[in-house]
């Protein structure tokens, strides 16, 4: 995909990155220059990168048909059939609709569980990480470098090794098994922030700054009115990582919370697999194949649609770090 | 067959905090019991007539209907009940709540190996102070051993899991097995099924740390020897020996399927023939009736293999429930234990739902559930074989102070011989050194027995 980008420089986001940069007086040119200097090149084939290709593109959707598949099948059929054939029943729909009813339809709740998250969690991770990625790079001021230091220590801490310690912390001011046990770590995005920074750096030149301060536009104005569209495909990226990391969210929601109406859809359908074990086991195969399946649509969507925000917003990042 | 050995990072570093936390409080000492401490049973009586809110943490599937009979018998009393997972994602919960100082229900299921972790680092309630131990002719020999721990009750047995064999009659028919009654005739059914069908096996083990351990208790083993924090650690003692001599050969022979059990392809292999036996707890009829409905009238029921003829038995599986130290109103759930696993009512609903198999020797020896024929099992009365399996158990089994951690490497140490077809032994060896380091590092003193 990213490929594609390099070397068809008609991405209009892309041209503006590249022309931003040079504008801003940047050394460093962004990828869009490199299919600049070979325009008429064609890429060559490559049969050794074409099968590597090929398989990498097997090895991606083979646990996606199985998904697929296996969500059509009865349990019955989950136990007697082939893995990658369909059974003898096409369940499909008697699937999706126990999936929603099983339980008092505990499913929908988790799924409402999890946009919570997302949308605040998320969400405010985004406008957090823009408006301290945006300050710390447009504007001077003491102990920048020591943030720098924190934010990218930060970005080295594993979420997980972070997540008893915050367990801890939670439990003594009595935010355990509440939204905002997930809500409130999901806010900090480290990596979020970076991206921005560097990001701003070059998408919004200094000068337009300037010149806005001039006209007399307060900052907050400047911001609003200028910046927020420079740095449009920064924040998209930002939010699609953040968006990513809170959907499939599971460790932290796992042990912050022991209440199962506050459960996210990772940890539920996490129970629902644990019911096939031990005494009394009820398992329930095929409504976690097609509880997985539904929880992966709104992620797929949500690519499709901030798509090509994402490639431009990725090549940026990418050439600044 | 008890507890799933895949082993997933996450739920490693997760038992490993918790256990961490087990001795860090073991070691601060006997703190002082919670806020709603001490009582006898008019207490209990008079706490229930009162009423009030309790929590309830489970995941057995009769929990409800049981909670439910409950409220209607004591209609002041409310429980919350809550499943926070399946076992030891329950024990990480529970865990850090205990370390946390709060966020405990006030009664919790726990599994019988589970059981000296929680009650080591001192967050159960002693229901000697109810008069309980009052209760102990109630309960048949094995689950109760299993609550009384280092002169403490700490839970009421909920299920049990003597052990037995289940067998696919339909495929022992076919190819002309007779039904093994000793652990060498079961290698030889072994070598029999698998030659005469080379995708058939006696069973499926892959490395499970429940299922090995309930083989070295019916073997005579003791390998954990628990004393206060003093633990000798012995897995080459002369039970262990004795287990490991007859399943190496069918290790080393390549004689077990490796399918992982509660996988949709173990219960596959239940249903179609490819297991043909299984040595678990008598806890599995209700298992196999609604979960692997394909092979109804093919299963039957026999007494578990012995050594020399000469009947013994283990526990596999089980649950206990317990009051926590942290519960505001201990007399209140004690009070609700009490009735969730030593009243006819409850018992009754928690068996017909096919939850597993009782614990109360009324329960058990009662005529309606002795007489019980299933047609899942072909009209056999399978109840009379697993009660009489109940009265072979052996006493005096320990588990570790930190069995829940030890199970979680068991894949990487002793499933390691598994899965290279070598003898058990080196493993085992392996397990316990693992298991001597680590506790040692946890504050416990821990030495190699002989």
């Known amino acids: 995909m990213t490929s594609a980008t390099t070397t068809t420089p008609t991405d209009a986001s892309t041209r503006r990155t590249d022309a931003s940069a040079r504008r801003a007086g940047g050394i460093r ?227 912050m919370l022991s209440d199962p109406t506050w459960y996210p859809l990772t940890v539920g359908l996490s129970q629902w697999s644990a019911q096939a074990t031990g005494v009394g086991a009820q398992p329930i195969f095929n409504l976690v194949i097609t509880g997985s399946l539904l929880t992966i649509v709104p992620i797929v969507v949500a690519f499709l649609f901030l798509q090509r925000y994402w490639q431009s917003g990725l090549a940026a990042g990418s050439v600044k770090s | 067959m008890k507890h799933s050995t895949r082993s997933s990072a996450l739920r490693r570093l997760a038992s490993v905090a918790a256990a961490g936390a087990v001795v860090a409080a073991a070691l601060v000492g006997c703190s002082s019991s919670g806020n709603g401490a001490g009582g006898s049973s008019t207490d209990v009586n008079a706490a229930l007539k009162e009423g009030g809110t309790i929590t309830y943490w489970t995941w057995t599937p009769a929990a409800k209907a049981q909670v439910a009979a409950f409220e209607k018998a004591y209609p002041k009393v409310h429980v919350k009940l809550v499943n926070a997972g399946t076992n030891t994602t329950e024990y990480t919960k529970l865990q850090n709540a205990v370390k946390a100082g709060k966020g405990a229900p006030d009664v919790a299921q726990v599994e019988y190996y589970a059981l000296p972790q929680f009650a080591l680092s001192d967050s159960l309630v002693d229901l000697k102070q109810f008069g309980f131990d009052k209760l102990k002719k109630d309960f048949s020999v094995g689950p109760w051993g299993n609550v009384n721990v280092q002169g403490k009750l700490v839970g009421l047995p909920q299920d049990s899991g003597p052990m037995a064999m289940f067998y696919n009659k339909t495929v022992f028919d076919k190819y002309g097995i007779s039904v093994p009654t000793t652990w060498a005739e079961y290698v030889d059914a072994a070598k029999k099924l698998h030659t005469a069908d080379p995708n058939a096996y006696i069973t499926s083990d892959s490395g499970d740390p429940g ?61 179609n023939g490819d297991i043909a036996t299984l040595i678990t707890g008598a806890w599995m009829p209700g298992v196999l009736e609604s979960s692997v409905p394909q092979a109804s009238g093919q299963w039957a029921v026999a007494p578990i293999p012995t050594y020399d003829g000469k009947a013994v038995n283990a526990e596999n599986g089980g649950s206990s429930e317990v009051v926590m130290k942290q519960s ?26 096919g939850g597993g198999f009782p614990s109360t020797v009324a329960d058990q020896n009662s005529d309606s559930f002795l007489n019980q024929a299933p047609a899942y099992f072909a009209g056999q009365k399978i109840n009379k074989v697993l009660v009489d399996g109940a009265k072979n158990v052996l006493p005096g089994w320990q588990y570790l102070p930190y069995e829940v951690y030890a199970n979680s490497i068991f894949a990487d140490t002793v499933g390691q011989s598994y899965s290279s077809a070598t003898s058990l032994d080196s493993g085992l060896e392996n397990w316990q050194k693992q298991l001597i380091s680590y506790g040692n590092q946890q504050g416990f003193t821990v030495k190699a027995g002989s």
């Open chain 2, 328 to 353: 505001k109103n201990q007399a209140l759930a004690a009070g609700f234990l009490k009735w969730l696993n030593d009243s006819k009512q409850s018992v009754d609903i928690f068996v017909k739902s």
């Open chain 2, 211 to 271: 299922f090995a351990t309930s083989m070295i208790w019916q073997a005579g083993g003791h390998p954990f020897k628990v004393d206060g924090t003093k633990v000798t650690i012995n897995l080459q003692d002369s039970g262990t020996k004795k287990f490991t001599s007859v399943w190496n050969e069918l290790v080393e022979n390549k004689l077990l399927s490796q399918t992982p059990g509660w996988t949709d392809d173990w219960y596959k292999g239940l249903g």
């Open chain 1, 29 to 255: 040119r962004p990828m869009g220059a490199v299919g600049r200097r070979r325009p008429a090149a064609r890429p060559r084939r490559n049969i050794v990168l074409t099968i590597v290709m090929a398989l990498f593109v097997v090895y991606s959707f083979v646990p996606l048909a199985w998904l697929l598949i296996n969500a059509t099948k009865t349990q019955g059929d989950l136990f007697s059939t082939f893995g990658l054939g369909f059974g003898h029943h096409f369940a499909l729909f008697q699937n999706i609709a126990e999936t929603f009813t099983y339980k008092d339809g505990i499913f929908l709740h988790w799924f409402g569980n999890t946009l919570l998250y997302v949308v605040v969690g998320a969400g405010g991770a985004t406008l957090l990480a823009t408006l301290a990625g945006y300050g710390l790079a447009k504007f001077a001021f003491r102990g920048r470098r020591a943030v720098f230091a924190v934010v990218l220590g930060a970005i080295a801490v594993p979420g997980t090794a972070l997540a008893v310690p915050t367990f801890l912390l939670f439990s003594q001011i009595g935010l355990t098994n509440t939204p905002w046990a997930i809500i409130l770590p999901s806010l900090i995005s480290p990596f979020g922030l970076y991206l921005v920074w560097t990001f701003a750096i070059d998408a919004v030149p200094t000068e337009v700054l300037e010149a806005a301060r001039m006209d007399g536009a307060s900052e907050l104005r400047t911001f609003f009115t200028i910046s927020l569209k420079l740095l449009a495909p920064g924040i998209v990226t930002v939010l699609l990582f953040a968006i990513v990391a809170t959907w499939n969210n599971y460790f932290l929601p796992l042990i």
